[in-house]
């Protein structure tokens, strides 16, 4: 259906960008871009350019000295009765437990009496955390900031990421790319899984590290194995490109699976691309199409674009010119461009054209929308 291409070999210097934009500033993914008109009687090519996005959407602040915050009012009944830990240990964290179910108030006293107690660094991250996004107290970066120092030099690897994003986008004070390194140094080290990812982005970008794509690899394939999507496709990527890894298409895709099984849309859309043309993989037209269409209902142009061409040509779905130019209408208006499948709408009855347009129209309204 498309004439094969190469991915771009900028792609996950680019990814570095945007996976550090995401975490200061929890930013949406930059759009793919386009691809030029391509054969349709061709496989599919490959996407142009995998942009991993980044994960942890931390926004970080505690107090400029270990002091002692005001006590939170008394627990309800019903907060007590939800006090669940949030992590297995052998002590119960009630203060965490507390604070992924929305009693910021009750998670802030828990956490200052810890603090006050044991001096218990989960604790003082949590407050800055607190800080950091204003839940249950004024939003304060200065005082986040603080709470994560403080927890990252008793050995807390979340309050090292935090405080690494702070430096990063500068927050509670000027950027300082430099320690933000060393932060997520350290919180690689102590198995951060973002930490972990961040890392190898830098690595592969050549951005406060010297350039090593091995390296990069080493990083990256550790924060897949714990489980991010992110680093899973990323790896994917490496070994598609054969860089500081060997090129191994069958490893490509085994980590490509990994991470669209995670519902990661890059990975969802690489990999169908892989299934349709049996890169790496069984050749399995019908998966790939029904993998796409998972892709395309979350707003993937590329895959919006993919799905047409299968729709139009009845290569893994039953041929239906009416869905083809809907999603081809869709994915155009995402900025996804397709001269054959122009010619495809052009030579349509014109009633079968104006049901494509028509039940295209909802789906552009909430781009339109999205937009303004």
Do not use: C
């Amino acid at each position: 259906m498309i004439a094969s291409r190469e991915i771009l070999v900028t792609a996950l210097t680019t990814a570095l960008s945007v996976a550090i934009a995401e975490a200061v500033a929890a930013q949406a993914s930059p759009p793919v871009t386009p691809p030029a008109p391509r054969d349709m009687s061709a496989p599919f090519s490959p996407v142009e350019r995998p942009s991993p996005s980044s994960r942890a959407k931390r926004k970080p602040d505690p107090p400029a000295a270990a002091k002692a915050a005001p006590p939170a009012p008394p627990a309800t009944a019903e907060e007590k009765a939800a006090l669940v830990p949030a992590r297995a240990a052998p002590q119960l964290d009630y203060a965490y437990g507390a604070f992924q179910r929305g009693f910021y108030l009750t998670a802030f006293g828990l956490a200052t009496q810890r603090v006050e107690a044991t001096g218990d660094m989960k604790s003082m991250t949590l407050l800055g955390e607190l800080y950091a996004d204003g839940f249950g107290v004024p939003q304060n970066d200065i005082k986040a900031a603080e709470w994560y120092r403080l927890a990252a030099e008793r050995g807390d690897r979340e309050a090292m990421f935090a405080l690494a994003m702070f430096r990063l986008g500068g927050r509670a004070g000027p950027a300082d790319r430099e320690e933000a390194a060393k932060l997520l140094a350290r919180a690689a080290k102590l198995g951060h899984v973002a930490a972990l990812y961040d890392l190898g982005l830098l690595y592969l970008a050549g951005q406060l590290f010297p350039q090593d794509f091995a390296r990069a690899a080493e990083l990256l394939r550790n924060a897949a194995e714990a489980g991010s999507p992110e680093a899973q496709y990323a790896l994917a990527t490496l070994y598609k490109e054969g860089r500081g890894v060997a090129k191994d298409l069958h490893e490509a895709a085994r980590w490509l699976s990994a991470s669209a099984a995670a519902d990661y849309t890059d990975a969802q859309v690489e990999f169908s691309i892989a299934l349709f043309n049996g890169t790496g993989v069984a050749k399995d037209e019908a998966a790939a199409a029904a993998l796409l269409e998972r892709a395309a209902r979350k707003g993937s142009p590329i895959a919006q674009n993919r799905l047409a061409q299968i729709l139009a040509t009845g290569r893994g779905l039953a041929a239906d010119p009416v869905e083809a130019i809907k999603w081809h209408l869709v994915s155009k208006a995402g900025g996804e461009k397709d001269a054959q499948l122009d010619d495809f709408i052009n030579k349509q009855a014109p009633d079968i054209r104006a049901a494509g347009e028509k039940a295209a129209q909802p789906f552009l309204a909430a781009i339109k929308a999205s937009h303004s």
